[in-house]
């Protein structure tokens, strides 16, 4: 995540605290909330940022740093490759898809709470190597890609193959942006971990303080057959599949050695205590090949050519050597797993007798590890950007931008009170038709999947036309609205469904009484399913106050922009497809501030037939008919600062519409680079 999330973090953590002052008045509030809604729009803006003009220079610097001898930390075999490139790979591999957290993207492992991480041990030494390049760049290099760039050039460095290098990172100025990763009470509020060790998404890790599992085995149990599970599932909460998982261990473990060395001479004595032979990070010791500073096949050669036995090691911990002793090379619990799974182990021959599978997997793999929580490859800076890969959802060109949007709009806004026998909408107070409520509920639902985590998700695409997206629960019914938009996309083929469905959304808004929103037809759609990388439903939160509060945060909303667009229009028919009761309001052809007023103006009591409904009941106790609210909606008016915000919209309809039409553009917009 990056600064501009933490703007937006701080911003809304400024809001909430404000909210309370009895001192201030809501002038200047508002003045506050423009404030954090630019912080949300610069996305759009040009980047400032000048490492671009810089990374081949930086390279050279890297490529020197590597094989300069630091006194403070000896280089293992005269060079500091395998430190940087487990460096690169614990920074990014934080990274995970249940909601697009973690990534190197913020260089937090700098700050605690990834700084004390049992895993990432020893990790400042590679920093301090650094540091004089950073220095030297100053503000035109990040530390994450530098972090980024040392791990390639390491690579390339020592042999190995690289795709190429996104750049454009930016630096957290702290590790706020972690503390959802764990250990912390935000951690432990969105999804606590009862067995550290067996740790469930939307965790990344099995054990939290490790970057994936346990190299010693599942709870430091040394059987290499319950690691396979551990491995598939931790790596796979990462987006990676096995040929990606075992070309990355492999890869990885090509290089480099673990420490655990307190033999000769003994730990805790002479000028090298704690480092150089004596270094003790994971307390695992030694290499994997005979040749760690050459990228090679040994990995898989080594796995296949020995019986590999258990043994302590020297620093207490259970490891893998061969049995004859005949070389000093040694596996992890996770690395012998490898070899115990049908699928694993057809990879490790395959990378075994097959050096340009091995070269090309692993370049590929690399680049989607260190790259997939930078977004769409046009977030890349720099001169050796590859093109878009697959994780990166790629799109075609736009096509919509000659189509005549005056007259899409004149021809959505007839269909918005139009027969259709195609599916059940809305009626309005006359009785009539209405489809406006469905076509807001089509927008949202495209929009809202955007996550400024990875900056993934967005009605670009229109991937809710496919697979998974489609079959969300609160997406039934969508494909009907779909097939009744489908008249006007016969008519005009060049405008993309991506924008289609949000100028539907906007011309429904604004013919029910919305501020005017501009529109640009600049989206393109996925050309199937199949090659765009879905985001995650995100259903797994125990109760609606966390999932508001996690849910604003992933999607870069401030708390007036969330509240606002929760008072969108909301359809009847929809809510009862999704399993409610129906809506708050009887008719949602008319777009007003009602939704505010009803919130704190009814006693809402929970519904018998649906724990998830509120149902509003008046003073003497009797039910309102038709008025019903969901959990999400009574957290609006159970967290105070919140409240503060339903109060100010529920008294001045005019402000309410504003901040809506400023949400609503932002949310259309957050997903176009
Ligand atoms: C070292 C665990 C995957 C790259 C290590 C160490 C451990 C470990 C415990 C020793 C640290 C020390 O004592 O210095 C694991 C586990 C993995 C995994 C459990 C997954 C099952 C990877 C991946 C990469 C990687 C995917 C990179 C693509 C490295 C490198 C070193 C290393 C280069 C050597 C560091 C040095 O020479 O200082 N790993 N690792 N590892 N790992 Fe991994």
């Keep these: 995540m990056t600064k501009l999330s933490q703007v937006a973090f701080f911003a809304s953590v400024i809001a909430f605290a404000c909210a309370q002052c009895p001192h201030m008045d809501a002038m200047k509030r508002r003045d506050t909330i423009r404030l954090e809604n630019s912080a949300f729009e610069s996305l759009e803006s040009p980047r400032t940022y ?42 990014a591999g934080t990274y995970r898809k249940s909601d697009g957290r973690g990534g190197c993207d913020g260089a937090r492992p700098r700050f605690a709470p990834e700084l004390e991480w049992e895993d990432n041990g020893n990790l400042d030494n590679s920093r301090i190597i650094l540091e004089p390049i950073k220095e030297k760049y100053g503000d035109d290099l990040s530390w994450a890609d530098l972090l980024v760039l040392t791990g390639n ?73 319950k690691s396979v599970h551990a491995i598939r599932d931790s790596f796979g909460r990462m987006g990676m599949n096995d040929s990606e998982t075992v070309v990355l261990i492999g890869g990885g473990h090509t290089y480099g050695k673990a420490h655990g060395a307190c033999e000769d001479p003994p730990c805790g004595e002479g000028e090298m205590k704690g480092k150089g032979n004596n270094t003790v990070t994971s307390g695992l010791e030694g290499p994997w090949t005979t040749t760690p500073t050459q990228w090679d096949q040994e990995y898989f050669t080594n796995l296949l050519k020995y019986d590999w036995v258990k043994f302590k090691g020297p620093g207490g911990r259970y490891q893998f050597k061969p049995s004859d002793d005949s070389v000093h090379i040694q596996m992890f619990t996770t690395d012998v797993a490898l070899l115990h799974d049908e699928s694993y182990l057809a990879l490790v021959r395959k990378y075994a007798t097959d ?13 989607k590890l260190v790259t997939r929580d930078m977004g769409p490859r046009e977030r890349c800076h ?19 931008a000659t189509v005549d949007v005056p007259a899409i709009k004149g021809r959505i806004a007839k269909l918005l009170r139009a027969e259709t026998e195609i599916l059940e909408g809305d009626k309005d107070t006359e009785g009539k038709p209405y489809y406006g409520a469905l076509l807001v509920h089509l927008a949202y639902q495209c929009a809202s999947t955007f996550r400024i985590t990875d900056y993934k998700g967005g ?25 009744f938009l489908g008249s006007v ?30 529109f640009n037809a600049v989206r393109s759609d996925a050309v199937s399913g199949e090659h765009y990388e879905s985001v995650e439903l995100r259903d797994y939160y125990v109760n609606a106050t966390v999932a508001v509060r996690d849910s604003m945060d992933v999607m870069g909303l401030t708390p007036d922009q969330f509240v606002a667009l929760m008072g969108r229009p909301r359809s009847n028919s929809q809510m009862k497809r999704i399993g409610l009761l129906g809506s708050y309001d009887t008719d949602p052809s008319h777009f007003t501030n009602e939704y505010y007023q009803l919130l704190l103006n009814s006693t809402w009591v929970q519904s018998e037939q649906n724990e998830h409904v509120y149902i509003a009941e008046d003073s003497e106790g009797v039910k309102i008919e038709g008025t019903h609210m969901t959990d999400w909606d009574m957290v609006l008016i159970n967290v105070p600062e919140l409240k503060e915000i339903v109060s100010e919209f529920a008294a001045d309809e005019k402000w309410f519409k504003e901040v809506f039409a400023e949400a609503w553009v932002a949310l259309m917009r957050a997903d176009l680079f």
């Design 50 to 91: 000048k490492g671009m003009e810089i990374f081949s220079e930086v390279k050279e610097d890297i490529r020197k740093a590597l094989k300069t001898p630091r006194e403070e930390w000896p280089a293992d075999y005269g060079h500091y490759g395998g430190l940087m490139i487990r460096g690169a790979w614990h920074c």
């Design 153 to 225: 050039v390491a690579i390339e460095d020592m042999g190995g193959p690289v795709l190429g290098f996104c750049g454009g990172r930016m630096d957290d100025a702290d590790g706020t942006n972690s503390l959802p990763l764990g250990p912390s009470t935000i951690q432990e509020a969105i999804k606590p971990c009862p067995v550290n060790g067996k740790c469930e998404t939307p965790l990344g890790q099995t054990k939290i303080g490790l970057i994936y599992v346990n190299p010693e085995g599942v709870m430091d149990e040394p059987d290499p057959e």
């Design 355 to 367: 050096k340009e599978a091995l070269d090309n997997d692993f370049k590929y793999a690399w680049y």
């Design 382 to 400: 720099g001169e050796d950007i590859p093109p878009a890969q697959p994780f990166q959802n790629p799109l075609p060109e736009p096509s919509s």
């Design 459 to 483: 009605c670009n695409g229109a991937a809710i036309r496919f697979v998974p997206q489609k079959d969300w629960p609160e997406n039934v019914g969508m494909d009907k609205v779909l097939e």
């Design 489 to 518: 996309h016969a008519d005009y083929p060049d405008m993309s469904w991506a924008d289609l469905i949000v100028l539907a959304g906007e011309v429904a808004l604004v013919e029910a009484g919305g501020e005017p929103m501009d």
